[in-house]
């Protein structure tokens, strides 16, 4: 079975193509700037007979008017040998960010689905019209594939309502669906598993811990979220590259009241100038570590301040599961900043973490266990991979 993994952005395609059940991608490839005339693909081919072998890559810039050429554009580069033609493609998986209350597991795509993640579009206006918008160009392109949404909300569907609820005048909940939904659901189911695999415990208390662009975390028991750090919005929470996480609403108010900022800019500047880039001008940790090296003191307040949240989030979360077997760092920071994994398990002996530095600073690939010797929780690092989780939701419903 052939399963096309997508991610359909606002000018981006992200896609993954699987053999199923080999569960190594034959293809991935990333789209970007459509809709300009300087857009780019990256696509890379694997082998899968020699797993370590290095891809074969192709770059190409070209004028892409819209998702539907680019998407025309990744056929035509799989048809160069992977796929004779766009009907060997079976399944289509997509990512779609928000499902509201409606989606709690992988959904086969129909009429009734498309227009529940239209009316979402409300509650998730960033993020949902795009993914729509991959839905319907890939019904056009793949006719024939069953199209399946995995809902970045669906994981955190589980947390109980005093979880979720906000303390807001009922009808704002009832009527508008003003509650925490919590996204990278996909990166944390797919973590959380593989931990409780790892440990051989089915029902461990875990905390994710997600830091990629965007940030967060989740308490995480016997495979059910309970609770997570972003919320109604992924804005809230931790702190991120570019998002300010959690804030005291009356921020807002004062922006918009005394400071005169429109409501766009309020949002322009939570989510695109705020994290870190507002406290230190980048939004990429490699920067900001290489400025903290050199003695920048902004770049150090900014690590403090960043792993201080995620420090306070692990304390509620212990509370949450009442203890603790394991912390697990993953996405793009989580997996490769040693320095804030340190500054995150620093003082942290009452929870039983313990950080074996020489493990946190080595290299390997793969799942990896920095727990010291008198660790009596565990620290792992397992890299994510929303794509397979995809691709095994899609695999799973249509079985
Ligand atoms: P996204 O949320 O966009 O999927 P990723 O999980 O790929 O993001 O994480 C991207 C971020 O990871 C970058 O902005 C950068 O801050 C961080 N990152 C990537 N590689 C490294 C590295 N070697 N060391 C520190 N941070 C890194």
Avoid at 41 to 66: C, G, N, S, W, Y
Avoid at 116 to 134: C, M, V
Wanted: aromatic share 6%; glycine share 10%.
């Amino acid at each position: 079975m052939n399963i096309f993994v997508l991610n359909s952005g606002s000018s981006s395609i992200k896609y993954q193509l699987f053999r199923w059940p080999n569960e190594r991608p034959a293809c991935s490839g990333l789209v970007e700037r459509i809709g300009s005339g300087q857009a780019t693909i990256t696509h890379k081919v694997f082998d899968l007979q020699a797993p370590d072998a290095p891809p074969r890559e192709q770059h190409r810039t070209l004028v892409l008017p819209d998702h539907e050429a680019g998407l025309h554009e990744v056929v035509r580069l799989l048809s160069g040998g992977i796929i004779a033609s766009p009907a060997e493609i079976d399944v289509v998986g997509h990512r779609v960010v928000h499902g509201g209350e409606s989606f709690t597991a992988a959904t086969r795509i129909d009429a009734a689905v498309k227009a529940e993640i239209k009316r979402l579009f409300g509650l998730a206006p960033l993020h949902n019209p795009a993914n729509y918008l991959g839905i319907e160009v890939a019904e056009r392109v793949f006719p024939q594939a069953r199209q399946v949404a995995v809902f970045d909300t669906a994981f955190h569907q589980t947390l109980p309502e005093y979880a979720f609820r906000y303390a807001l005048p009922t009808a704002l909940y009832t009527e508008q669906r003003i509650r925490k939904y919590g996204f990278h659901g996909t990166s944390h189911q797919y973590v959380a598993a593989r931990a409780a695999a790892h440990l051989g415990q089915p029902d461990a208390r875990l905390i994710t811990i997600h830091l990629g662009n965007g940030c967060s975390m989740a308490a995480v028991r016997g495979g059910r979220s309970l609770d997570t750090s972003m919320g109604f919005s992924p804005l809230a929470g931790l702190v991120m590259g570019t998002r300010s996480g959690d804030l005291d609403p009356s921020v807002l108010l004062h922006l918009l009241g005394p400071l005169g900022y429109t409501p766009e800019q309020v949002g322009t500047l939570l989510n695109k100038e705020s994290g870190m880039m507002g406290l230190t001008g980048s939004n990429d940790m490699r920067d900001i570590s290489a400025a903290l090296a050199a003695g920048d003191a902004r770049a150090a307040l900014a690590y403090d301040l960043y792993a201080y949240r995620i420090r306070q989030y692990i304390g509620a979360y212990a509370a949450v599961l009442n203890g603790l077997d394991a912390i697990v760092f993953t996405a793009g920071v989580g997996e490769n900043d040693a320095l804030v994994r340190t500054r995150v398990c620093q003082h942290m002996e009452f929870l039983g973490l313990q950080l074996d530095e020489a493990k946190n600073q080595a290299r390997t690939p793969g799942l990896r266990d920095l727990s010291g010797p008198a660790s009596r929780a565990r620290i792992l690092v397992i890299p994510t991979d929303e794509e397979l989780e995809i691709a095994r939701q899609c695999a799973e419903l249509l079985a």
